[in-house]
DNA sequence: TAGTCTGTTAGACA
DNA sequence: CTGTCTAACAGACT
């Protein structure tokens, strides 16, 4: 799935398509991506006005008039896009909104999530409970409470009850950046080099957001998308900074690219 | 054919 | 109790 960047900038599209609206037409396409809840219970509910869209860590939060709440969660490939077609290709849930067309929750490998919950339900939904502080709120103090010596950093940053949001195409960028080796133990970090982690998880983000502003989100070897990262999926290419090789390893049971060179 | 993938979770293991 | 690994979810692609 999209990682913080690409969930914010799908909430930056609904919130020109949808606020203030609600949909005239709803078609549920793929029942399976609906959790604990029933096709006419989501179809009633996306009739009602979008008051506001939210994000929270890689959840999107679209908050309906009257007070329920339908939490989208993309998984690995999924995405909300608007257009002329209701059941275009991965289509899975279509709602029709005047004045923008229609959205489509689209997601190739139907790992993607919808959830709809009360207002009751929302205050106390224990993965947002538990989740950890956005990158632009995140302290050193607290991430070095999270992040024992012994871990790897890559798996305590990955914990979205560490900090929300970060992905392992941001580890391979972020560490890149620090110039920090894809397989260091949070033991090893000096007092710098968390400062600089702090400070830098919300410029990287920032930054993606930005080069990710579309009306629908490529994903990376997706048809048509370019690569916008510095090393993540280039092995083989050139660092831009050093000129050594990118490389690409297994550290906690996902690839990391780096930098042979300047990454030590 | 086997391996790969921007995510999450449960269960096995050391 | 801690941390890591694998499988599972599912589909397309190399």
């Not at 399976?32 to 989501?42: G, N, Q, R």
């Not at 702090?198 to 370019?226: C, H, M, N, Q, W």
Request: proline content about 3%; hydrophobic content about 35%; charged content about 30%.
């Amino acid at each position: 799935m999209p990682e913080l960047a690409e969930v914010e900038v799908v909430r930056r599209n609904l919130e020109r398509w949808w606020e203030g609206r609600g949909a005239s037409q709803v078609l549920v396409l793929d029942e399976k991506l609906l959790v604990d809840t029933t096709a006419p219970a989501m179809e009633e509910a996306l009739l009602r006005p979008l008051e506001k869209a939210d994000r929270r860590g890689k959840y999107l939060l679209c908050r309906l008039e009257g007070g329920q709440v339908v939490v989208f969660h993309f998984r690995m490939t999924g995405k909300i896009v608007c257009g002329d077609e209701a059941e275009p290709k991965y289509g899975r849930l279509s709602w029709f909104v005047d004045g923008s067309g229609w959205l489509v929750f689209k997601d190739q490998r139907r790992l993607g999530k919808a959830r709809l919950l009360s207002a009751e339900e929302f205050e106390t939904y224990e993965p947002l409970e538990r989740m950890g502080p956005e990158p632009d709120d995140l302290s050193v103090d607290h991430l070095r409470q999270n992040c024992s010596d012994r871990r790897l950093l890559k798996t305590a940053l990955l914990d979205q009850s560490v900090v929300a949001g970060v992905g392992n195409i941001a580890i391979s960028e972020v560490f890149w950046r620090l110039e920090l080796a894809p397989d260091v133990k949070c033991g090893q970090l000096s007092d710098e080099d968390w400062e600089n982690l702090v400070r830098e998880l919300p410029i990287y983000f920032e930054e993606i957001i930005k080069l990710s502003t579309s009306d629908e989100i490529k994903y990376v070897e997706e048809a048509g998308s370019s690569n916008i990262f510095q090393i993540y999926g280039r092995s083989g290419e050139e660092c831009s900074r050093c000129g050594g090789r990118i490389e690409k390893m297994k550290v906690g049971g996902r690839t990391s690219y780096f930098c042979g060179g300047c990454q030590r």
